[in-house]
Nanobody, 123 residues
Framework: QAQLVESGGGLVQAGGSLRLSCAAS????????MGWFRQAPGKEREFVAAISWSGETTHYTDSVKGRFTISRDNAKNAVYLQMNSLKPEDTAVYSC????????????????WGQGTQVTVSS
């Protein structure tokens, strides 16, 4: 059974950092594009970052550029999101996703989704 499980969320003060991990199991995701989305209470799910299967191409939503970095380790079947200079508006449940095409990850049409991990940033 293929699945994605996020970890690393928590409570931090504004300006702090967190590193989210997404561990894949059940199959290898080395040939899949992967990404991160977030959803805050009362808001629509928002694309955050995506990375191609090779790690050569990345894409970020404008609000996190320069603060967040997506990376992956195909040998470990995992993807990461390093979040620096966190702001209260970053508070959300963060989920990882995977599918064949990078464009589909960005569009939110991934085949595989994790359950999410809560990130809370206090002011």
């Amino acid at each position: 059974q293929a699945q994605l499980v996020e970890s690393g969320g928590g409570l931090v003060q504004a300006g702090g950092s967190l590193r989210l991990s997404c561990a894949a199991s059940g199959r290898t995701f080395s040939s899949y594009a992967m990404g991160w989305f977030r959803q805050a209470p009362g808001k629509e799910r928002e694309f955050v970052a995506a990375i191609s299967w090779s790690g050569e191409t990345t894409h970020y939503t404008d609000s996190v550029k320069g603060r967040f970095t997506i990376s992956r380790d195909n040998a470990k079947n995992a993807v990461y999101l390093q979040m620096n200079s966190l702001k209260p508006e970053d508070t959300a449940v963060y989920s990882c996703a995977a599918t064949w095409a990078l464009e589909s990850v960005v569009a939110g049409t991934s085949v595989y989704w994790g359950q999410g991990t809560q990130v809370t940033v206090s002011s």
